[in-house]
């Protein structure tokens, strides 16, 4: 992996307001205290914050930005999408006090596989309160190149007792407001469609991960500390999402035990 320099580092404050708190523990049915001021930010919920605010002509036919503070420019006729990554939770963020958080590019690396030509950028971002890490996150953003074609067949999911997910549209529209997500493929079923060539609404990654993430630490009765996700295959709305986990890990399958994300707990 060759170590980018040319991007710049980017700090970003925000004061983490409880609302968004709530709307995301209504919105995963979450059995956690009511978020106020002075408690915790929900398990993942810290992709809540943070986010750019790109103008209308910013944003491409398929609803991405264009520009980022970290992220080098998509090349014409790329597809971007976030292929996976890492997240360690030193420490609890909370709600109602003013959080930094830093950006960069820490390596980029030029890949050709059996789907075509693809660049990945692995992006590392630091979250402190009053002067203390509480949180590290990798991430891994893919340019693909090229159209977009049949996804690789995974691996049928493991023996292991699936739980399928009751969401829709409305949930997915959603999920794409709280997290200021304007990509088409997730809230424009036409543009899914005809456009991108999808049997249906795309469900988001995250939203995936932050379900499996929540259910593996009911199971586990004790805090999540360092996890690990991969993100497969696209997850259509119309194949349903099937969750199976143990104390340590989770698949996301569709309805025909396709494998579309990958969790897994490191600490």
């Known amino acids: 992996m060759t170590t980018v320099t040319s991007l710049p580092r980017a700090d970003r404050t925000e004061t983490l ?9 209504a919105l995963f049915g979450l059995d956690v205290n009511y978020p106020t001021d002075g408690t915790p930010v929900p398990l993942m919920g810290h992709w809540m914050y943070f986010h750019e605010h790109p103008s209308p002509s910013q944003l491409d036919a398929a609803g991405l930005p264009t520009q980022s503070d970290v992220l080098p420019r998509p090349e014409q006729g790329t597809r971007r999408l976030l292929g996976g990554g890492s997240i360690e939770f030193h420490r609890d963020l909370l709600l109602g006090v003013p959080a930094v958080r830093t950006s960069h590019a820490i390596g980029t690396k030029r890949v050709r596989g059996r789907s075509g030509t693809f660049t990945i950028t692995t992006l590392e971002h630091l979250i402190s309160q009053k002067g203390r890490v509480c949180l590290r996150e990798r991430q891994d953003v893919i340019d693909h190149y090229g159209p977009r074609t049949a996804a690789t067949p995974q691996p049928a999911a493991p023996a292991v007792p699936g739980v399928t997910l009751p969401i829709d549209a409305t949930t997915l529209f959603r999920f794409s407001a709280l ?8 809230w424009d079923e036409n543009y899914a469609r005809t456009v991108e060539g999808y049997s249906g609404l795309v469900v988001p990654g995250p939203f995936q991960l932050i379900a499996a993430t929540h259910r593996i630490r009911t199971l586990r009765q004790k805090p999540v500390r360092h996890v690990s996700f991969r993100y497969t ?3 259509t709305l119309d194949q349903g999402m099937v969750l199976s986990c143990t104390d340590r890990t989770a698949l996301v399958t569709d309805s025909t035990d396709r494998v579309t994300s990958r969790i897994e707990i490191l600490d």
């Not at 307001?17 to 523990?25: K, M, S």
């Not at 997290?179 to 088409?184: D, L, V």
Request: no cysteine.
């Open 179 to 186: 997290m200021r997500a304007s990509h088409r493929i997730h």
């Open 17 to 25: 307001g409880a609302a968004p708190a709530r709307e995301f523990v």
């Open 233 to 235: 295959s696209p997850l």
